[in-house]
T-cell receptor
Framework: QQQVKQSPQSLIVQKGGISIINCAYENTAFDYFPWYQQFPGKGPALLIAIRPDVSEKKEGRFTISFNKSAKQFSLHIMDSQPGDSATYFCAASTENNFNKFYFGSGTKLNVKP | DTEVTQTPKHLVMGMTNKKSLKCEQHMGHRAMYWYKQKAKKPPELMFVYSYEKLSINESVPSRFSPECPNSSLLNLHLHALQPEDSALYLC?????????????FGSGTQLSVL
């Protein structure tokens, strides 16, 4: 059973547009939600993360929106650039088992020039 | 230094070979991880070492044997692998202090089993 469900599987956005990737979870014990960015041939890199006590976190062009009641969170990439083309993974973990991350299935983003 | 260094970058081995993957970090992190990643899939957790002790083993077959010689080094010993074990093997580390753990990944070892 997949603990974190991610959509869409792939996304094509024009340069300057907004990219939106969604994740949903069922386990209400999750208390930490990071997003990772992975380029081909590289390991994932932490992009931005949020805890459920805030509804939004922004870092530069990247924003996480968090809806605790709906058990959903999303990544918004504003002014998307070709250099943002990568695979994005959402993830979740619990305080009691903080070394174990449940990853979403990934979204391959292609930003067209 | 915020790097996790993995060697080798590529490895081709036969099913009867024994090989080892190596991982090193100098960030003072006390948790180290091995993940397996198949193409177009998310990383799958294999092992976690916390303060140099194995804390999580995700029911990984015994042909994979992890080792943590000290707080900076992590090895994965491979023996009698199967072709389906071909994948990108990622090492990661984190502070190991509790919630909000930030994983730092290496670039991985691309393993092909013939």
């Amino acid at each position: 059973q997949q603990q974190v469900k991610q959509s869409p599987q792939s996304l094509i956005v024009q340069k300057g547009g907004i990219s939106i990737i969604n994740c949903a979870y069922e386990n209400t014990a999750f208390d930490y939600f990071p997003w990772y960015q992975q380029f081909p041939g590289k390991g994932p890199a932490l992009l931005i993360a949020i805890r459920p006590d805030v509804s939004e976190k922004k870092e530069g062009r990247f924003t996480i929106s968090f809806n605790k009641s709906a058990k959903q969170f999303s990544l918004h990439i504003m002014d998307s650039q070709p250099g943002d083309s990568a695979t994005y993974f959402c993830a979740a973990s619990t305080e009691n088992n903080f070394n174990k991350f449940y990853f979403g299935s990934g979204t391959k983003l292609n930003v067209k020039p | 230094d915020t790097e996790v260094t993995q060697t080798p970058k590529h490895l081709v081995m036969g099913m009867t070979n024994k090989k080892s993957l190596k991982c090193e970090q100098h960030m003072g992190h006390r948790a180290m991880y091995w993940y397996k990643q198949k193409a177009k899939k998310p990383p799958e957790l294999m092992f976690v070492y916390s303060y140099e002790k194995l804390s999580i083993n995700e029911s990984v077959p015994s042909r994979f044997s992890p080792e943590c010689p000290n707080s900076s080094l992590l090895n994965l010993h491979l023996h009698a692998l199967q072709p389906e074990d071909s994948a990108l093997y990622l090492c990661a580390s984190s502070a190991g202090q509790g919630s909000n753990e930030k994983l730092f990944f290496g670039s991985g070892t691309q393993l092909s089993v013939l």
